[in-house]
C-alpha cells in the first residue's frame, strides 16, 4: 500500500498505474498555480486538465444542474490531482487536508474498529465526494479512503468549498441530496450487518447492492469487481475462506458467474430471492 507517488509531468518510469492513468490524461500540458495543497499525500499532475478528463463524472450529485458559470468558478478554486493505485488519500481520524471530488477511477472507503478489523464501507465512483461530511462540520476524517485505481482528484480548500455552496444555491441542494443518499445506503449496510443473516445472504445482499450501483439489461448484471477475496469480507465482516466457499457455492447454483474482472448475475431475481430480498432495485438504462 502506497501513500504517495502520484502519475506526474515529470514521471520516469512507465509502471501499470502510470500506463492506466495516461488514459485520462490528454496532450495538453497545464501549468499549475501556485500554492497547491502540499498537506496531500500526493502532488499535483502537470498534465491533467479539466478537458482532458473523460469521465463520466458530471453524473455526480454534486454537478448535477450546475450552470455554465458554476462550473467555471469551480474549476478556478480547484487543484487537479493524479494518483496512482494504492494511494491512500486520507486516514481515518487524519486532520481534513481539503474536500476531495472523484473525477475518475474508484476509491475504496473504510473504517476501522477498536480492534483494528476493518469494514469496507463503499467503493465510490466519479462524482462522488470525498470527505464531505468532515468539511462540512470542521471534523477529523471519520473515514479512510484508498484509490483503488489510477483516479482524478480535484481537491477545494474547505473555506472555497463552504463559499461555493453558500454562493450557488443549487450545489447546496446538491449536497444535501448526497447527503441523504449516502445516509440511506448506510441504512441499507446496517441492516445487512445487522440482522442475523448467515453469510451467504450477506453476501447474496451485498452483490444486490452492486447491482443497483451498475448498468443492467433485463434479469442479468455485470459487475466491475477487482477486489480480493478477503476485500470482499471486509465489506460484510466475514473471512476469506468463507467468501471463498460462498463463492463457489453460488457458482454452483448458477448465482454468479466470474468472467475476467466482472462478476456476472445471470438472473437477478434469484439472487435476490436468495438474499430474503422482497423488492427487485429498479433497472437502470445505459443511456
Not at 476509491?107 to 462540512?136: F, Q, Y
Not at 455485470?222 to 476469506?240: L, M, N
Request: hydrophobic share 40%.
Amino acid at each position: 500500500m502506497r501513500t504517495l507517488s502520484l502519475v506526474d509531468g515529470r514521471a520516469t518510469t512507465n509502471t501499470r498505474a502510470d500506463r492506466c492513468a495516461d488514459s485520462l490524461l490528454g496532450d495538453e500540458i497545464h501549468q499549475p498555480d501556485e500554492g497547491a495543497l502540499d498537506c496531500l499525500p500526493f502532488r499535483r499532475s502537470a498534465e491533467l486538465i479539466w478537458e482532458s478528463i473523460r469521465s463520466p463524472y458530471r453524473a455526480g450529485e454534486f454537478f448535477q444542474n450546475l450552470s455554465i458559470a458554476a462550473m467555471s468558478s469551480f474549476h478556478s478554486i480547484a487543484s487537479l490531482y493524479a494518483v496512482s493505485e494504492s494511494t491512500v488519500l486520507f486516514q481515518e481520524g487524519e486532520e481534513l487536508s481539503g474536500v476531495l471530488f472523484l473525477l475518475a477511477g474508484r476509491v475504496k472507503l473504510s473504517i476501522n474498529s477498536i480492534g483494528g478489523e476493518r469494514l469496507i464501507l463503499v467503493s465510490a465512483g466519479p462524482g462522488a465526494i470525498l470527505g464531505l461530511t468532515s468539511a462540512l462540520l470542521d471534523c477529523a476524517y471519520d473515514m479512510a479512503a484508498e484509490a483503488q485505481y489510477p483516479c482524478a482528484i480535484a481537491s477545494v480548500p474547505r473555506e472555497d468549498f463552504l463559499k461555493f455552496l453558500i454562493d450557488h444555491p443549487v450545489a447546496s441542494q446538491n449536497v444535501a441530496r448526497e447527503l441523504c443518499l449516502d445516509s440511506k445506503r448506510t441504512y441499507g449496510r446496517l441492516r445487512t450487518l445487522g440482522l442475523k443473516l448467515n453469510a451467504p445472504a450477506k453476501l447474496a445482499r451485498l452483490f444486490m447492492d452492486w447491482c443497483t450501483e451498475n448498468v443492467h439489461d433485463g434479469l442479468g448484471a455485470r459487475i466491475p469487481c477487482s477486489f480480493t477475496h478477503a476485500e470482499i469480507g471486509d465489506h460484510v465482516g466475514v473471512s476469506r475462506e468463507t467468501v471463498t466457499r460462498t463463492l463457489n457455492d453460488f457458482r454452483s447454483l448458477g448465482l454468479v458467474e466470474q468472467r475476467g474482472i466482472h462478476l456476472v448475475i445471470p438472473d437477478r431475481n434469484a439472487l435476490a430471492a436468495y438474499a430474503g430480498m422482497d423488492l427487485m432495485p429498479p433497472p437502470r438504462s445505459a443511456a
